[in-house]
């Protein structure tokens, strides 16, 4: 086993070498990802949009009934939370990208049959209107392209569509303009964490038992306070993303009920025991705890369980062959392996040390970073 003294040398000195070749194609970049329970700020050098240099981040809990579905409801208070992360680590890059939060996107997978000479815009833009019934005025859409085959006189096309409300946007770009920064773009989790995994992911592989796929198919599973994000990506390109209303916070309501206990003491047993086995003995706490929480665990993975089949059998997909996992939910206890157990497909934790030509300023605290995935991938181009 390598020594961790000398990663942490080779790193350093990559760093300088990549610093010395491009210095002047760098640009400074503030990314911002609010989150229904915390606001992530981070400070990078981006080289090429592809080489990443985090100089300083903060995290702040998100002022309380100020996120609602996405939607900002109380800019201000949002702007003065981000305001004192930006003066307590004296960030002072004006350029801006911010992710928005996941439950105000609506996301769809369509499958669009045309004639060989139709015109496609126009069927795609008839196909989403017959699937997304929303009042296109207002909502900004976009939409890509995965796959095009052609059959006898016919092209099937597979589009990943995006939609989000026009206000909501509008509510991003308020807090941005009111901390004086200056919005370069505004993107959404699925986007961000496509670009985020299209680059290589350094983890040590799990052996495989004899029934299960190996394909270039996988899933990242977002484990957020509030939801919890399905995506699935085919040779790193992004097929299928589903919101989740269930997410991390849900637990500490549940503790907090079954114990009679406050949320914030909650959240600590939370921690403390996630959803590991019981074992010979267990506290009374946990015994107490264990199958609530389970049960609700036992949810997100039914959900999860379903997003997988309606990709194989609506999205004309293949089977789910490895999932990795991030957000600060994917730190409970005991989740990885039951995840795994549960799902019967290798399960991984990503952190930004698990990817490739990303470096961070030695003097950062490197505890955190599993909460900073999005503020990155919104940093690196497309």
């Given at each position: 086993?390598?020594?961790?003294?000398?990663?942490?040398?080779?790193?350093?000195n990559k760093l300088a070498e990549l610093v010395k070749k491009t210095r002047l194609f760098a640009e400074n970049l503030v990314c911002i990802d609010i989150g229904f329970r915390n606001i992530k700020v981070l400070e990078s050098k981006i080289w090429d949009g592809k080489d990443v240099f985090i100089r300083d981040y903060g995290i702040v809990s998100t002022p309380r009934g100020c996120i609602k579905n996405g939607a900002i409801n109380d800019v201000s208070k949002v702007i003065y939370a981000i305001e004192k992360v930006l003066q307590e680590n004296r960030i002072k890059t004006k350029n801006t990208k911010i992710v928005m939060s996941g439950t105000s996107i609506i996301t769809r997978v369509l499958i669009v049959e045309i004639p060989v000479h139709a015109d496609k815009k126009s069927a795609i833009e008839h196909s989403i209107a017959e699937n997304i019934p929303v009042n296109m005025e207002n909502y900004q859409l976009n939409?890509?392209?995965?796959?095009?085959?052609?059959?006898?006189?016919?092209?099937?096309?597979?589009?990943?569509?995006?939609?989000?409300?026009?206000?909501?946007?509008?509510?991003?770009?308020?807090?941005?303009?009111?901390?004086?920064?200056?919005?370069?773009?505004?993107?959404i989790p699925s986007n961000s964490i496509a670009k985020f995994f299209k680059r290589d992911i350094n983890v040590e592989k799990v052996p495989r038992k004899p029934h299960q796929v190996e394909n270039n198919v996988f899933a990242v599973l977002d484990f957020g306070s509030e939801t919890t994000i399905v995506n699935i990506f085919k040779d790193r390109v992004l097929e299928f993303n589903r919101v989740v209303l269930l997410g991390s916070s849900n637990i500490d309501e549940i503790i907090s009920r079954t114990l009679d206990k406050s949320?914030?003491?909650?959240?600590?047993?939370?921690?403390?025991?996630?959803?590991?086995?019981?074992?010979?003995?267990?506290?009374?706490?946990?015994?107490?705890?264990?199958?609530?929480?389970?049960?609700?665990?036992?949810?997100i993975v039914t959900q999860i369980k379903l997003?997988?089949?309606?990709?194989?059998?609506?999205?004309?997909?293949?089977?789910?062959?490895?999932?990795?996992?991030?957000?600060?939910?994917?730190?409970?206890?005991?989740?990885?392996?039951?995840?795994?157990?549960?799902?019967?497909?290798?399960?991984y934790p990503i952190g930004l040390l698990s990817i490739d030509n990303i470096e961070i300023d030695p003097k950062l605290d490197v505890g955190r970073l599993n909460y900073l995935i999005n503020s990155i991938g919104i940093a690196l181009d497309a």
């Open positions: 086993m390598m020594d961790p003294g000398t990663i942490f040398f080779r790193k350093q939409y890509k392209i995965l796959e095009e085959s052609h059959r006898s006189n016919t092209v099937m096309l597979k589009v990943f569509v995006t939609v989000v409300r026009k206000s909501i946007i509008k509510s991003y770009i308020d807090v941005v303009k009111g901390l004086g920064l200056r919005p370069i773009s505004i993107d949320i914030e003491e909650s959240e600590r047993l939370k921690k403390m025991y996630g959803i590991l086995p019981l074992g010979y003995n267990p506290l009374p706490d946990q015994k107490a705890i264990y199958e609530p929480v389970k049960s609700f665990i036992d949810k997003c997988f089949e309606f990709y194989v059998k609506r999205c004309y997909g293949q089977p789910v062959s490895q999932i990795y996992v991030i957000g600060g939910g994917s730190l409970l206890k005991g989740l990885l392996e039951y995840l795994q157990e549960a799902l019967d497909v290798p399960v």
